[in-house]
């Protein structure tokens, strides 16, 4: 288990970098779990150290966590893993934050014109299929009124002769 601490834990040791495991209390020297042990790593500490072997894969990692300008740089050219770690926290933090934000927000941008458009287009659809009818009713109405049967209405329209009877009767 690794414990990455923003606080000195051990004032007494200036390792930044401890190991500690479960032993028994009355024998010491017995460890209870020999596969599981604890690591301490205290930033503070690390903070403090001038000279850091960038070589150590952990230094990398801590420079990088730390955000230590000094040797993050030579950290991510040594550790490929670690430079695309980087690259991706640039792109979810600062400027390029910023452009993704954007992004989404233009995005959100044209799936809302294009809903518009959507619903747009089909109420205009209804509209005319709506139009289309009340035209047809006002045809039928006028022809019956000018002493057209139902029949022959329906016969030159082609319009149902169920449906005509049903508008004339209105």
Not at 49 to 68: K, P, R, S
Not at 114 to 119: G, H, N, P, R
Request: glycine share 2%; no cysteine.
């Amino acid at each position: 288990m690794i414990n990455i601490l923003d606080y000195i834990l051990y004032k007494e040791h200036k390792e930044y970098i401890s190991k500690t495991a479960i032993v028994l209390d009355k024998h010491r020297e017995h460890e209870v779990i020999k596969d599981l042990e604890w690591h301490f790593i205290e930033l503070p500490k690390f903070e403090k150290i001038n000279d850091i072997d960038i070589n150590n894969t952990v230094n990398q990692w801590l420079a990088f966590i730390n955000n230590d300008r000094r040797y993050i740089d030579m950290a991510t050219a040594k550790n490929k893993v670690l430079k695309e770690a980087r690259e991706d926290y640039n792109y979810l933090t600062g400027e390029a934050e910023e452009r993704r934000l954007q992004d989404l927000r233009e995005r959100w941008e044209m799936d809302r014109i294009s809903e518009i458009s959507y619903v747009s287009e089909k109420s205009e659809k209804k509209g005319e299929k709506r139009g289309k009818k009340l035209g047809e009713q006002n045809i039928i109405k006028l022809l019956f009124k000018n002493n057209m049967s139902p029949s022959e209405i329906a016969e030159k329209t082609g319009i149902k002769l169920a449906e005509i009877l049903k508008i004339v009767s209105n």
